[in-house]
């Protein structure tokens, strides 16, 4: 009984890591999503947006495009033609040529590797980011970020969302929920919090508030998959050691048992 509750335990410490690891999203709740490091053509379509939007500044110098092609299904020569522009092999890893005096001179520090950013931020909080960019003028890239405030960053996905603006935040009903007006049923704004939450420009962007939303999906869910390449392999692992040590405990129970039958 000891070794079986010894392996249940175990087997719910990932579930309390897990719950531990929530980041909160500055001064507003975390948007949830739920990431599928199975489905490849989010991953595809992330891995996409990543090289073209991401790695002109970031790099990923813990991961390997050669990897990412057998991960995700892709071709080696789909890979050399779409997602590396430079002259590197399908076996390097993803780097940039930005050296660390330009990324200080630009930006005022070196932009942060983003192998695993997804790990150290979590999956909710890296969403969220990406969805709270707002034009601020009096910033100096023009844009200002919910979760990240003054962030020194700028917008790279403004040409696909288009411009935004801070609105209040919705007032919050007694039973938790968005506040409505009693007649109209239209969301209550709270006053008290001038700059709540983000509202798209219709017609500024080349993308929808819909299709900017599934970018920026993909986009995470690629970035969740590149902090833990072996997550899948893992859980799948992880069955099979479960099965085995129930199946072991059977054998340890009677070999105890026949131990300990003469022992009063």
């Known amino acids: ?5 010894a392996v249940l335990i175990m087997a719910a410490l990932p579930l309390v890591a897990s719950a531990a690891g929530d ?9 949830k999503i739920t990431v599928d490091a199975t489905d490849q053509p989010s991953l595809q379509r992330g891995a996409q947006t990543f090289v073209n939007y991401c790695m002109g500044c970031h790099e990923a110098k813990f991961s390997r495009y050669g990897r990412i092609a057998s991960d995700l299904g892709m071709p080696e020569e789909l890979v050399m033609e779409n997602l590396i522009f430079d002259d590197s092999k399908i076996g390097d890893l993803m780097t940039n040529g ?6 200080k001179k630009w930006f005022g520090a070196g932009p942060p590797d983003l192998t695993l950013v997804a790990r150290s931020r979590g999956n909710d909080w890296l969403y969220t980011y990406l969805l709270s960019f707002y034009t601020d003028p009096t910033r100096p890239w023009g844009v200002n970020n919910l979760v990240f405030k003054d962030v020194g960053m700028p917008h790279v996905l403004r040409e696909l969302q288009g411009d935004t603006e801070c609105k209040p935040a919705y007032a919050i009903a007694a039973n938790g929920g968005v506040k409505r007006d009693p007649l ?11 700059c709540g939450r983000v509202e ?5 962007g080349k ?6 939303e599934q970018v920026v999906y993909d986009l995470t869910n690629f970035m ?10 893992r859980k799948r692992l992880g069955v099979y050691v479960l099965l085995f040590l ?19």
């Open 98 to 103: 930005m050296t660390p005096a330009d990324a």
């Open 184 to 194: 109209t049923g239209i969301p209550m704004e709270d006053p008290e919090h001038a």
């Open 1 to 5: 009984m000891k070794q079986l509750l």
């Open 224 to 233: 969740a998959y590149m902090a833990e390449p072996m997550k899948e392999e």
């Open 207 to 212: 993308l929808n508030a819909a299709e900017y």
């Open 246 to 264: 129930c199946v072991m405990f059977i054998f340890v129970y009677l070999l105890n048992r026949e131990y300990w039958k003469d022992i009063h």
């Open 200 to 204: 798209n420009i219709e017609g500024t």
């Open 23 to 31: 980041k909160p999203c500055g001064t507003i709740d975390c948007m």
